[in-house]
């Protein structure tokens, strides 16, 4: 047998051989999905398929489009294919960065381009309110920056009119928000993949460029991808019609950032002849944490099933705590974890600890100080957004597109050069009557004599300094433009002549920030200034903080996606609380995703998981009960090891908490048995109950079921699972 296929199960190996058309590998948690699409990208090559540029593979983080390509190449090797080159895998935001260096002199931007984070996409933002006089009792500039990602995850650009007041308001920021960031020459995070749709959209050579180079595309974590990157798939894959698309609908967890679980659920409707492949053997994990994930998620309606198993050991069972107040709930985990470390030699990075918000972390760093265990927060402070590394890449980005005005505005007055607020204020009006950046206006302030001779010198000097560094910029490699950066601008001297021990601490993440860029150079083909800060700006929470030896780890569970530890603790185990009662989504749908989320967590583990809840909780200073989380109640009880029976209705549903909704864009497929109000039927979860009322016809038919315990939902017909028993029920059941 090839050897690439060796090492795989049947269900494995399928989606390897699948090889044209469109192809949804349903891959379960733990079911080695990586090692399918690694195997499947390397066979392509391997069987002469395809050359290496005619993949390409899309990822959701840097890290693990790092891996695939470092498995593919192994692969590869194994089998003797000439590693010339490698397939691009990238994460959807590099693809787009990449394409946009590219091809955006199109929309008149030079491939030099700043890639804005949120702090300085909400910083020019603030800018704008200024400019326009906007007070913030109005609107405030945190609420514009969702707006307008929120306007730009739409390749039409969904919600931008001028219908009211307000949308004006929006329209007007939005417009002058674009304005600027082609002045500065800067892109945000969502421009990245919506320019480049918008380019591939309306200039058909480049569109027919990339369809004709990519005749493999593959999808990972399909089941978190948005509108625009649905799109732009779907453009892409126009011509060869190859596309592979690979996740796991009940890890689709991140709706609140534009992730829609429709299109996973869709994807049959969108390529009618699609091959559908389930991986579901969890090489992960024990029995006991199979079987309970697997039971909970069984509960949810949309999704298209799967019989997650694994052949591993049984395992202990899943442990729950109930703990008086969250104090003692943080102090039992941490006690929990300190005891296992001792009596069965675990590692401080073999636990977790995951929790449904960042807020909820305090007191458990609170302990485990105590407790002097070492531990991380990932998403917390990161060693990209600490001041002094910020400066030092604001440098490198001025030098290299000095149209960049969030960076020019960063430093230029760090370290101290005498150019003030004051000063910097009137740069800015300057910039915004003539319509230019801040290094024309700087410029053009020199020039005008627009201060005094003193100020102008600065200004002239900034700007010679800011010259000089752009001339070494092609004379040197990044490691030494970066030595050069922090002696001639005086950084590292104004550090050094005031040892402090927080300006220490900064002379050594200053250092460590020259081992990025040195491990940068050795690991990059042709490490240019523009590839390194292009890798800097899309680096993920994960990446910013790598996993270190003896550390326990805290991080919310939408964070935890895709990692596994030995040992879990999942907190906070209250209604409210988790399940949270947000009210962005439909009540069912809502749900239905806290549910997953409540599946990732419980599948991060591989050996021993332990949940936990406090029966009261400060909340913003006000002392809270809420009942256990219904989640806790859906494991079954030979799985779970409590003192007491958990019950299964803690708390007095009303109408209101027990009459779901469905979205109305739930496809259902055409065949499905017609029911008619005062039906008896049963569900597999629900039992027996009767058919209340019908609403819609179609696709879009909503069903309500009334059920014995006086339980009512609504269903959409695809999901329902309902079987219409006899109809002699209908005059002799009751409800």
């Known amino acids: 047998m090839n050897p690439i296929l060796t090492p795989l199960n049947p269900q494995q190996q399928q989606a390897v051989l699948t090889t044209d058309g469109a192809v949804l590998v349903l891959a379960g948690a733990g079911s080695g999905k990586t090692k399918a699409l690694t195997h499947r990208v390397a066979y392509l090559l391997a069987e002469g398929f395809a050359e290496p540029w005619e993949i390409l593979a899309v990822t959701f983080t840097n890290k693990a489009a790092k891996e695939m390509q470092e498995r593919i190449a192994l692969l590869l090797e194994k089998v003797g294919y000439p590693l010339t080159q490698l397939p691009y895998v990238s994460t959807f935001h590099s693809f787009g960065a990449k394409f946009l260096r590219l091809n ?31 007070p913030e009792s109005q609107l405030e500039p945190k609420q514009a920056q969702a707006i307008i990602n929120h306007i730009k995850s739409d390749p039409n650009l969904g919600g931008l009119s001028q219908n009211t007041p307000r949308s004006r308001i929006i329209y007007d920021i939005f417009h002058a928000y674009e304005k600027k960031m082609q002045l500065s020459q800067s892109f945000d995070f969502s421009d990245l993949l919506l320019k480049t749709y918008h380019i591939l959209k309306n200039h058909l050579d480049i569109q027919q460029q990339y369809q004709n180079q990519f005749k493999y595309i593959l999808i990972d974590e399909f089941q978190d991808s948005n509108l625009i990157q649905y799109r732009l798939m779907q453009i892409l894959s126009q011509k060869h019609g190859n596309i592979c698309a690979v996740g796991d609908e009940d890890q689709s967890i991140y709706s609140w950032r534009g992730a829609e679980i429709g299109y996973i659920l869709n994807f049959e409707k969108d390529f009618p002849n699609a091959t559908i492949i389930r991986l579901e053997q969890n090489y992960r994990s024990t029995q006991t944490i199979v079987q309970a994930a697997s039971q909970i998620i069984s509960n949810n309606s949309l999704r298209l099933g799967k019989n997650l198993f694994t052949l591993n050991e049984p395992g202990d069972p899943i442990i729950f705590s109930l703990q008086p107040t969250e104090y003692e709930e943080a102090r039992w985990v941490i006690r929990t974890i300190d005891q296992l470390s001792q009596q069965e030699h675990y590692s401080w990075n073999d636990f977790a600890i995951l929790y449904r918000t ?63 607020k004051t000063t910097l204020e009137r740069l800015e009006y300057l910039a915004h009557i003539h319509q230019i950046n801040l290094i024309k206006a700087c410029e053009l302030a020199v020039e ?12 002239e000097s900034f700007l010679k300094l800011i010259k000089d560094l752009q001339n070494k910029k092609d004379q040197m490699n990044l490691l030494n433009l970066y030595a050069e950066i922090m002696h001639s601008t005086g950084y590292y001297a104004s550090l050094k002549n005031d040892p402090s021990e927080e300006n220490l601490s900064r002379i050594k993440n200053l250092e460590e920030l020259g081992n990025v860029i040195e491990q940068f150079q050795k690991e990059t083909h042709e490490p240019t200034l523009q590839k390194f800060l292009e890798e800097m700006s899309l680096v ?24 596994e530890y030995p040992v879990v603790f999942v907190v906070g185990l209250e209604e409210g609380l988790f399940p949270s009662n947000r009210k962005e989504l439909g009540q069912l749908e809502q749900m239905e995703e806290e549910r997953r989320l409540f599946y990732v967590a419980l599948t991060r583990a591989r050996q021993k998981v332990y949940l936990s809840a406090a029966q009261k909780r400060k909340v913003w200073g006000e002392e809270q009960t809420n009942p256990i989380s219904r989640f806790v109640a859906e494991i079954p009880k030979d799985l779970i090891k409590t003192p007491w029976p958990i019950p299964k209705r803690q708390h007095k549903l009303t109408e209101e908490y027990r009459i779901d909704e469905y979205p109305d864009d739930i496809f259902i497929p055409q065949g499905y048995p017609v029911l008619t109000e005062g039906a008896w039927v049963r569900h597999p979860h629900f039992g027996r109950g009767v058919v209340s009322t019908i609403e819609g016809e179609g696709e879009h038919a909503k069903i309500v079921v009334r059920f014995e315990g006086h339980i009512i939902r609504k269903f959409v017909a695809r999901f329902a699972k309902l079987e219409i028993l006899d109809s002699n029920l209908k005059n002799g059941g009751k409800i």
């Open 104 to 134: 955006a002199s199109v929309i008149n931007y030079d491939e030099r381009f700043s890639i804005l984070d949120d702090t300085d996409q909400l910083q020019m933002i603030r800018k704008i309110f200024k400019e326009m006089s906007i």
């Open 358 to 420: 960042n807020a909820q972390s305090r007191l458990f760093e609170e302990h485990l100080r105590q407790f002097q265990i070492p531990y991380k927060i990932v998403g917390g402070f990161t060693f990209f957004e600490r001041m002094e590394i910020k400066d030092m890449l604001s440098y490198l980005r001025l030098i290299n597109n000095d149209c960049d005005d969030i960076s020019l505005r960063r430093i230029i007055n760090v370290p101290s050069r005498g150019i003030g």
């Open 448 to 459: 005008k004599k627009e201060f005094n001779s003193s100020i102008c010198q600065k200004i």
């Open 540 to 563: 993920t929470d994960l990446e910013q903080n790598p996993a270190e030896d003896q550390q326990v780890t805290l991080m919310t569970i939408h964070a935890a996606k895709g990692l």
